[in-house]
């Protein structure tokens, strides 16, 4: 069965969604419409889940087989933010179809769904690329990787990277608290930070030094980490990342995220989704170098990933993510979680 391709525009590439778990979708989705995509279908067993999408995307066609959107071939691109867990066997069956991936972050939750992803790609030739949100979804950060692209503090030797959220148990799901299904913390939200740590300092990989995960303030949910660290290193740069669930309710917003960049010629450091007691809002951005010191309000700085990753998929080029990149993030994620589990 096809679509219809109801008003469809030539060249327009058409996308479908695949699983809805995580708000993250919404995010994504919209990137690529704003980017031209069209959105045809979804697929969402949840009616919860698939009644609030609808709502905001009334032209898309929810479908009750996955295998209506796979099988397609009119549709280029599938998104997929289903439970973490499942990500990796919804991607390799579109790939195997002939369709690019944009997954939510995380893409995998083991190794060895890492090796099977890799061994897709290699077979098919599509694309598998993770939307690392704390970045391509980030004006903050987006105007970061920009000003360091342009040698505004020289080369970066050192990242701090905190990714503090809220945790709010009585709005997740039963598989949120199953270390099966999310992958524990440093896979889930620090793929984030590993993802920022590789763009910031230009490496195309790196090694985890030390990592801890563990369980500081919710002994009721026996499998969550509630707070995770890792140490990760490159020949030229170094890198702590933390990342938790333990942001309180005061904080009128999920998270105080911060990166901090020391370059051998100045530093960075953004104030991502809030400046405590300062400026309202957030994106925002400090800099200072041998010339200047100030202060960017990164509020109104375009977005370049959804129509990089547009002509990615009408191109073939890799202007938004490469693969190597999206598989090298995670692979780092893995290897902390698995020191964090052994320790």
């Not at 809805?20 to 959105?39: C, F, K, P, V, W």
């Not at 599938?78 to 991936?101: F, P, S, Y």
């Not at 939510?104 to 949100?133: C, M, N, W």
């Not at 400026?279 to 990089?308: M, Q, S």
Request: aromatic share 6%; glycine share 8%.
């Amino acid at each position: 069965m096809t679509i219809p391709a109801q008003g469809h525009r030539p060249n327009v590439a058409r996308i479908a969604a695949i699983g809805l778990s995580n708000d993250h979708i919404y995010g994504m989705t919209a990137q690529l419409l704003r980017a031209g995509a069209e959105l045809v279908a979804f697929h969402e067993p949840d009616d919860r889940l698939a009644s609030r999408y609808a709502s905001k995307h009334p032209r898309a066609a929810r479908v009750a087989d996955r295998r209506t959107i796979l099988e397609d071939p009119s549709i280029a691109c599938v998104l997929t933010a289903a439970v973490n867990a499942d990500r990796c066997d919804i991607g390799i069956e579109a790939m195997r179809h002939g369709k690019h991936v944009l997954t939510d972050k995380p893409g995998v939750v083991s190794l060895a769904q890492l090796d099977a992803l890799r061994a897709a790609h290699a077979e098919t030739g599509r694309r598998y690329i993770i939307h690392f949100s704390e970045r391509v979804a980030q004006r903050a950060a987006a105007q970061a990787e920009a000003l360091v692209a342009a040698g505004e503090i020289g080369r970066v030797i050192n990242m701090v990277g905190l990714g503090p959220h809220r945790l709010r148990p009585e709005g997740r799901s039963a598989t949120f608290f199953q270390r099966a299904r999310t992958g524990g913390i440093l896979v889930d939200i620090a793929s984030h930070q590993f993802d920022q740590f590789l763009v910031f300092t230009g490496a195309t990989q790196a090694e985890i030094v030390s990592a801890t995960a563990r369980n500081t303030a919710h002994p009721q949910y026996g499998e969550l980490q509630d707070v995770g660290e890792a140490l990760v290193r490159t020949p030229y740069a170094t890198g702590y990342l933390r990342v938790d669930w333990l942001t309180p309710e005061s904080l009128p917003t999920w998270g105080d995220g911060r990166i901090f960049l020391l370059g051998t010629e100045g530093t960075i450091e953004l104030r991502k989704n809030v400046d405590i007691a300062g400026r309202p809002g957030g994106n925002h951005l400090f800099l200072f170098n041998g010339k200047e010191v100030r202060y960017i309000d990164c509020a109104n700085y375009a977005l370049p990933f959804g129509a990089r990753f547009m002509a990615d998929l009408r191109d073939g080029t890799e202007t938004a993510m490469t693969q190597d990149h999206a598989f090298a993030a995670t692979e780092l994620a893995l290897k902390a979680q698995a020191m964090a589990d052994a320790a």
